[in-house]
Each structure stands twice: as structure tokens, then as C-alpha cells.
């Protein structure tokens, strides 16, 4: 359960709505059980007021008092469950959000090699079978369970109070058996397989997703019937289990409900005692059941819940493990040097080093160029002083710096949210401004939709080029002391770089800036050129 912390955290951040959403389930509980008990109360007593008068006895009865209770319990069970269903799927809606920020930033934390090590199908569950697991943490279990504990203890106060002290303890302990065969008892019998079919729908989904995207090759090699009826396979095993943490779901929701069942017949036996001995009302004595009865309905919600909870869980601990800080730690150089490395080994965990006893110091406004053919590690080495990856041995210090890796990255949205990523600050004239600078202001005044046109799936409105100096002018918009370059004019035509490199380079005055490239031609202007070899 210790893997549900950080995100139970983050949840009860927003602990005032949960306070609030909480308190209108109980308002819908118990407007709903009072409803029931004030129903059978009056019923009962308008049957004795029927019997006196039939037998000539004189009696009466207030119609006035428990009709208007009973139509006000009507209407505040109705509007309470409105106002309960609206708060608090608008409240899971912004635990959504808080738990999907956290996850991209600490995805955005770890390196970027760490996150390719997973599938795409991988991370594709993380971010919707795991998040979803999470994100009703608060309004299938939390608050169900604490209503249902609550409710409890308010119903054994009434029995103390109608009845007596002894009945109130004994219903307390058949209450208290119930809730744990509901939660407990039920979690502890389904947590492991729970846990496993959580993993194997993981496993299926990704398969499955194989399976289509390898459907031309499948079908070539003769193997798509053999390739399908091993995912059937995986699926039928997979309903099988379903089937039986279901199957012991509906057990223990029986066994609950039996319990339950077995109180309101306790009581009432109890109760008969007093009443015949004057104790208690017969109204009263029918009222105390019906509303023991009323508690399925809150107990009713918590062996499905605790039933899946070991798949909550195991989501919980998969977050926990894949979507790790990179261990990366900020560093600080002196006032007159932007960055300083000495003695470093670079390369990944577990493989030999790309580099070993690397140093290099670069000052504050200086431009140093690092060419290298292809496999020299000059991404390695881009990936390394940019913080992305930790180095294997050695020191290195840096301020806080802008980094285009080698890889062009558009996202299916406007140019202005692209661009917004460098500087969520920045100004429609200041994008103008930058999109100018690299040759892309003349593009997009020809949209009609202007810094709003959309760009498509990964920016496939553009042109290789145009995405290239699109994500430039995304770092050029960071305001960080320094910035890193690696391969800045991938797919950009000799022309265009020769005319947009001094500008870019007047724009960084001021600025460290690191360009790698193959060629010296490839780069910003330079002060130093470092060969890799």
C-alpha cells in the first residue's frame, strides 16, 4: 500500500473539495435512509391508528409533521445527489489533471534514453490504464469507505439511543464484520491476481498493437493466423481470471450483504423484547431494520473497489519504478565560465564509455563548434552537457541551458503552443519576431489563421526544413545563459543557413553557445572548433 502514497498525497492537496464532496455523499446517504425509516415509521403508526380505531379505540395521529419529513428527505435526497454526482466528477476531472501534470513532469525529469528504453505501447498504458486506476482513487475507495465507516457508528448511536448500550455494541460487531469481508478480507484474497491480470492486459495490449502495426509482415511470412490465435489464447486466459476475481467479488458482496441482513433481524428480534415489555414504540422497533437496510447501499460500493484495489496498487508501484528524476543534479559554475567539465566518462549505464577523460571549460558568451563524423558520440556528449544523461565519472557544472537535440519533435498543435514551450511568456510579436529570424514569418502570415495555424500529426504540414528552424526558433525563445546545438540545420538548404546562421548568432550575444554538427559548416559561427575523432 506504500506505493499509493505520493499519489494519495496529491490527491489531498486538493483535501478542501474532497471535504466537500464527501459531506454531500453523506448528505445523499443519509437523506436516503431517513427517507426509508421515517417511511416505515409512519406507515406503521397510520396501521396502529387504523387497528385502534377498528377495535373502537380513540386514537391520532400528526399526518402533517412525518409528511413533510418524508417529502423534504424526498427532495433532498434527489437534490443532493445532483449537486454530489456534479462536484464530484468535476473534482475527479481535476485530480485527473493534477496526476497527469505530475506524471509528464517527472517524466520530463528523467532522461529522454531512460523513457526510449519502454514501447510507446508501454508508456501509452502508463498514461490511460494507470492513470485511470489513480485518478478514481478518491471517489470509488476513499470516500466510500470512510462513508461506509461513518454511517456504521452514526446507526450504532441510534440504536444505543432507541435501544440500549448492549444491542448497539453486538450490531456494531456484525457492521464491523461485514466492512472488513467487504475491504480487507476481499483485497487480501484478490490482491495478487489482481496485480498479475493488471500486468497481462499490459502485455495484451501491447501485443496487440504489435500485431497490427506488423500485419503486412505477418501476413508475407504466412504467420497472421498463428500470430492472431496466440493473442485469442492470451485473451480467453485473461477473461478466465476476470471472471474469477468477479466471481469473488459477488461472494463477498453476498456474504455482506447477509451480514447486514442478519442485523436488521437482530434488531428487530431485540427490540421485540422491549416492546413487549414497554420499552419501545412499534413504530420505532420497524423504523431501526429498514434503516440497517438502507446501509447496502453504501456497502454495496466497496467489494468492488477493494476487489480491484490490487490493480490500483500495481499501477501505483508501476508509476513509482518507470517514471524516475533523472539523477542528473543542477550545478553552479563561476560568474565567468558557463559551463565546466573535468575528467568525465560518458556514455549509458551498463555499456562501455563513449568518452573517457573529457574536460572542457566554456566562458560565458563564448561559441564553441564540436564536429564529429557519425558515431564519434557527439549526441552522447550534447545529451551529457545538457543534463539529459548523468555523466559516468568525472564533474561537471552548468547553469541552466536551452538544448535542440537531433531529433525534430512537432507537436499536433498550433504554432504558438509549439513555440510557447521555449518562453510561455512570450509575446505574439515576440514569435513573429523569432519566426522571422529564422526565415518561417512569411510562411504563416500566408495562414489565414496566422501563429494559430495548426500543424497536423508530429507537424506533418511542414516541410523537414521548415520543422527544423520551427524547433530552433522554440530554444532560441529560452532566455537560459546557455544553449546547445546539436545539429541545428538538419534538412535546412545551404542558402537559407547561410543567410539565418549570423542572425541567430547576433540574437545569442551574450549567450555560451555549443553547436555540434558534422561539418564546420553545418554550425553557428564559432570562436573554437573541437574535432571528434
Not at 509482415?217 to 471472471?243: C, F, M, N, P, Y
Not at 490493480?311 to 565567468?336: C, H, I
Not at 514569418?441 to 528552424?469: D, P, Y
Amino acid at each position: 500500500m506504500h506505493n499509493l502514497r505520493p499519489w494519495l498525497r496529491l490527491i489531498l492537496q486538493r483535501r478542501g473539495r474532497l471535504v466537500v464532496g464527501a459531506l454531500l455523499l453523506l448528505a445523499t446517504l443519509i437523506s436516503g435512509i431517513a427517507l426509508l425509516a421515517l417511511s416505515g415509521w409512519f406507515l406503521t403508526e397510520t396501521a396502529l391508528v387504523g387497528l385502534f380505531f377498528a377495535a373502537g379505540i380513540q386514537a391520532y395521529i400528526n399526518l402533517y409533521v412525518p409528511g413533510g419529513g418524508i417529502r423534504f428527505f424526498a427532495v433532498s435526497r434527489t437534490v443532493a445527489r445532483y449537486f454530489e454526482r456534479l462536484y464530484n466528477h468535476n473534482t475527479v476531472l481535476r485530480l485527473l489533471t493534477d496526476i497527469r501534470v505530475a506524471l509528464f513532469n517527472r517524466m520530463a525529469e528523467s532522461g529522454h534514453r531512460d523513457r526510449g528504453r519502454q514501447k510507446g505501447a508501454h508508456w501509452l498504458s502508463r498514461l490511460t490504464a494507470d492513470v485511470d486506476a489513480l485518478d478514481t482513487l478518491y471517489l470509488r475507495l476513499v470516500a466510500p469507505t470512510a462513508l461506509a465507516a461513518v454511517v456504521a457508528l452514526l446507526v450504532g448511536a441510534l440504536v444505543w439511543l432507541l435501544l440500549n448500550l448492549q444491542i448497539a455494541l453486538t450490531l456494531l460487531g456484525f457492521l464491523a464484520t461485514a466492512f472488513v469481508i467487504a475491504t480487507w478480507a476481499l483485497y487480501r484474497r484478490t490482491q495478487a491476481l489482481s496485480g498479475q491480470l493488471n500486468e497481462r492486459q499490459e502485455h495484451l495490449r501491447s501485443d496487440v498493437i504489435e500485431h497490427l502495426e506488423g500485419f503486412a509482415e505477418l501476413t508475407a511470412a504466412g504467420r497472421i493466423g498463428k500470430h492472431a490465435a496466440v493473442l485469442k489464447r492470451q485473451s480467453l486466459a485473461l477473461s478466465k481470471d476476470q471472471a474469477v476475481i468477479e466471481t469473488q467479488t459477488g461472494w463477498h458482496l453476498a456474504f455482506t450483504q447477509l451480514l447486514i441482513n442478519l442485523s436488521a433481524v437482530f434488531v428487530l428480534w431485540t427490540g421485540f423484547q422491549l416492546f413487549q415489555n414497554g420499552s419501545v414504540s412499534g413504530p420505532v422497533l420497524v423504523m431501526l431494520p429498514i434503516v440497517l437496510l438502507g446501509l447496502n447501499e453504501v456497502y454495496a460500493m466497496l467489494p468492488d473497489a477493494f476487489g480491484k484495489l490490487g490493480a490500483t496498487v500495481a499501477a501505483a508501484k508501476r508509476l513509482n519504478e518507470d517514471v524516475k528524476p533523472s539523477t542528473v543534479n543542477p550545478a553552479t559554475t563561476a560568474a565567468d565560465d558557463a559551463l565546466t567539465a573535468s575528467d568525465l566518462a560518458i556514455g549509458h549505464a551498463g555499456s562501455a564509455p563513449v568518452m573517457t577523460h573529457f574536460s572542457l571549460t566554456v566562458s560565458a558568451g563564448e561559441r564553441l563548434g564540436i564536429v564529429g563524423v557519425s558515431g564519434s558520440g557527439k549526441s552522447s556528449l550534447a545529451d551529457t552537457l545538457a543534463g539529459v544523461i548523468p555523466v559516468l565519472s568525472g564533474n561537471l557544472e552548468r547553469p541552466a541551458c536551452a538544448y535542440l537535440t537531433q531529433s525534430t519533435v512537432v507537436f499536433e498543435d498550433t504554432v504558438k503552443a509549439n513555440l510557447l514551450l521555449g518562453d510561455p511568456k512570450a509575446t505574439d510579436a515576440e514569435l513573429w519576431r523569432v519566426l522571422e529570424l529564422v526565415e518561417l514569418a512569411e510562411r504563416f502570415t500566408r495562414e489565414a489563421e496566422g501563429l494559430n495555424t495548426w500543424l497536423g500529426s508530429s507537424g506533418n504540414r511542414l516541410s523537414g526544413g521548415e520543422a527544423r528552424r520551427l524547433v530552433l526558433a522554440r530554444v532560441l525563445l529560452s532566455s537560459a545563459p546557455l544553449v546547445i546545438l546539436d545539429e541545428p540545420f538538419t534538412g535546412v538548404d545551404a542558402d537559407t543557413r547561410t543567410r539565418i546562421a549570423p542572425l541567430i548568432d547576433r540574437w545569442l550575444e551574450g549567450r555560451a553557445v555549443i553547436s555540434l554538427g558534422h561539418r564546420s559548416e553545418a554550425l553557428l559561427p564559432a570562436d573554437h572548433i573541437l574535432h571528434l575523432s
